[in-house]
Structures are given as structure tokens and as C-alpha cells.
């Protein structure tokens, strides 16, 4: 399983050393299996699709304004910081759900 926290970063062999648990949601409750993915409350999902943001984008409307203010002000800082402090996934969901996440 690989959530790839900020600053630890697992190597692709380490990865397949874990194992592969893409079968994970069979072994859920029937009543579970019949929910759809989006209303399933899934340990370590937070923020699953950090993986495919881009160095130097700018904020989303839903930050605050500081935020926003900030990243205007300060754009190329605020990108950098904005960007290091946001990617927490290093794969992409696809590989998180296949490997039991």
C-alpha cells in the first residue's frame, strides 16, 4: 500500500513488494459493496488526487482570500510553497484503489 506522504517517498519496487489488493472491495460487508465509491468513508483517501497537480498552478476559488492574495502578490513563492504543501500523493488514485489504498 502507498500513500506517498510528503518527504517519504516509496521506490516503484517497494511498491510491488507490497502486494497487490486490487480484490480489497470484495472482502467489504454486502450491504457496503451495493454504496456507490462516493459515499464509502475510505482511510488515507484524503486528498487521492494530489498526484496530478502541476508545479505553478494557481490556487482553486474555494482558497481563501489571503491565499489568493498572496499567490497574486507573490506569485512564483506562492506557487512553489502552494505546490509543496498540497501534493501529498505521488501515485495516481487508479494505482491507490488497485493496491487497497
Known amino acids: 500500500m502507498v500513500l506517498g506522504c510528503r518527504g517519504r ?3 516503484d519496487a517497494a511498491d ?6 486490487s480484490d480489497w472491495m470484495t472482502k467489504l460487508p454486502e ?8 459515499e464509502l468513508c475510505i482511510p488515507g483517501s484524503h486528498d487521492s488526487f494530489t498526484s496530478s497537480l502541476v508545479p ?3 490556487p482553486g476559488p474555494d482558497q481563501p ?4 492574495k498572496l499567490a497574486a502578490d507573490f506569485p512564483r513563492l506562492a ?3 502552494l ?3 498540497s501534493y501529498t500523493q505521488h501515485k495516481d488514485v487508479i494505482f491507490q484503489l488497485e ?3
Do not use: T
Request: proline share 3%; hydrophobic share 30%; aromatic share 6%.
Open 56 to 58: 505553478g498552478s494557481v
Open 83 to 85: 505546490y509543496r504543501w
Open 16 to 21: 510491488l513488494q507490497a502486494g497487490h489488493h
Open 79 to 81: 506557487k512553489h510553497i
Open 99 to 101: 493496491n487497497g489504498i
Open 31 to 38: 450491504h457496503v459493496k451495493k454504496r456507490p465509491i462516493s
Open 9 to 11: 517517498r516509496r521506490s
Open 65 to 68: 482570500d489571503l491565499i489568493r
